[in-house]
C-alpha cells in the first residue's frame, strides 16, 4: 500500500503527531493534490482540540484547515479544508472549491497570510453595505488577523482606520502600516472607554476580533459617544480573543441605527466565498499585505502547535 507522511489528531488533549497513513484516492469528480504549506492559525488549532464548529467528530483526523497545494497540471491554488483537514503530503480535494494562485506567489507567504486577511476582506465585502470612505474601528488590532483587517480596510478605500489593541508596540507600527488613528486598550477602563469615545464616535464598521467583556466596555463607549444616532453602525463579530458571549442591552439596539452581525465560514456562501478569496489571494500575491511565515517540517508539527506567534508572524508547516 502506498503511504503518506501527515499530521494525525488522535486526542484533542494533545497536539497533532506526525505519522505515515495510507496514500488518498480520488472518487470522481475530485483530485489528487501535493500539499505545499499549511498554515497553523487559531482556528486550526481550535479545531485539533475539538473546539472549533468545524472540529472533527471522531478520531484520529487529519489536522489542518487551509493549503497552498499543487494541482495535477502543475498550477498552484489555495483550499480551505474545514472538517476535512489539509496537513498530509497528499489530500483530495474539490476542484471547484481552489482558488487560483497566480505565478511566482510565494506559497508560505500565502498560508500565513490568507486566513487572518481573509477575516476582514470577507466581512467588509460580503457581510456589510461597506463603501469607500467610510470609517472602521479594528477592535483588537494587534494580533494577525485584526493587523491585516487595517491594511484590507485601507487596499478596499476605507476613509478613516482606527487600531484598538492593548500591545502599544505593535499599534505604533500600525500607524506606520496605514492606520489613521490608534486607541490603547489598557485595564483602566475609564480611560480606555474615554479614548474609543474620541476616536470612533461615529464609525460605520465596527470589526470585533475581541468581543466579551472588552467589547461590551467598547460597545457602551461608541454607542454612548454617537452624535448621528441614525448613521448605520454595523458591528462585525470575528474573533473571540477576549470570550465568547457579551451582555447587551435593548436600550443599545434601540437608541442608535446599530446592528451586530457576524462574518465567518457559515455565514457566507461558499461561492461568494470563493470569488472573493481569488481577489484576496491576487491582492496579497502582488505584494504589500503579509504576515510572515515561521516555517516548521511536518515531522515538527508537535514544535508548530506548542510555538507561540510573534506579533507579524504565522507558524507554518512546510512539506
Ligand atoms: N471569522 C473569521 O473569518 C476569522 C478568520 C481568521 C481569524 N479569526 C479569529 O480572529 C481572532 C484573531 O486571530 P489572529 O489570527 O489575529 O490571531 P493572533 O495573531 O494569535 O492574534 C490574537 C491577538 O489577540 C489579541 N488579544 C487577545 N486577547 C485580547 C483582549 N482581551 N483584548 C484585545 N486584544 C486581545 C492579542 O494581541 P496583544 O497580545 O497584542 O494584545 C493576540 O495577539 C481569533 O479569534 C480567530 O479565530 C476569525
Do not use: C
Not at 231 to 258: C, K, P, Y
Amino acid at each position: 500500500m502506498s503511504m503518506v507522511n501527515a499530521a494525525l489528531v488522535e486526542s484533542f488533549d494533545e497536539p497533532p503527531h506526525f505519522r505515515s497513513i495510507p496514500a488518498p484516492e480520488a472518487a470522481p469528480g475530485q483530485e489528487v493534490v501535493d500539499v505545499l504549506t499549511v498554515g497553523v492559525h487559531p482556528a486550526t488549532r481550535g479545531i485539533a482540540a475539538g473546539k472549533h464548529y468545524t472540529s472533527p467528530t471522531t478520531l484520529p483526523a487529519l489536522a489542518g484547515a487551509d493549503a497552498v497545494v499543487r494541482r495535477a497540471d502543475g498550477s498552484l491554488a489555495y483550499v480551505m479544508m474545514l472538517g476535512a483537514g489539509t496537513l498530509a503530503e497528499r489530500i483530495v480535494i474539490d476542484p471547484a472549491a481552489t482558488i487560483p494562485v497566480p505565478d511566482g506567489a510565494d506559497p508560505a507567504v500565502l498560508a500565513a497570510t490568507m486566513n487572518p486577511a481573509l477575516s476582514s476582506w470577507g466581512a467588509l465585502r460580503t457581510r456589510v453595505p461597506f463603501q469607500a470612505g467610510q470609517s472602521i474601528l479594528v477592535h483588537g488590532a494587534t494580533g494577525n488577523a485584526g493587523s491585516m483587517a487595517v491594511k484590507v480596510a485601507k487596499h478596499l478605500g476605507a476613509g478613516r482606520v482606527i487600531a484598538a489593541g492593548r500591545n502599544r508596540s505593535r499599534l505604533e507600527e500600525l500607524t506606520a502600516e496605514g492606520a489613521d488613528d490608534i486607541v490603547a486598550l489598557t485595564h483602566d477602563q475609564d480611560a480606555t472607554a474615554a479614548a474609543l469615545a474620541e476616536a470612533a464616535a461615529n464609525v460605520d464598521v465596527v470589526l470585533d476580533y475581541v468581543w466579551g467583556p472588552p467589547t461590551e466596555l467598547a460597545m457602551r463607549a461608541v454607542l454612548g459617544a454617537r452624535t448621528e444616532h441614525t448613521r448605520l453602525l454595523d458591528w462585525v463579530q470575528i474573533g473571540g480573543m477576549g470570550g465568547d458571549e457579551i451582555t447587551l442591552s435593548g436600550h443599545a439596539l434601540r437608541s442608535n441605527a446599530f446592528r451586530i452581525l457576524g462574518s465567518g465560514f457559515g455565514s457566507v456562501d461558499m461561492q461568494v466565498m470563493l470569488r472573493e478569496f481569488t481577489e484576496l489571494v491576487a491582492a496579497i500575491a502582488a505584494g504589500g499585505m503579509a504576515v510572515r511565515p515561521h516555517p516548521f517540517p511536518l515531522e515538527k508539527v508537535e514544535q508548530a502547535w506548542a510555538h507561540q506567534d510573534a506579533p507579524g508572524e504565522r507558524a507554518v508547516i512546510v512539506l
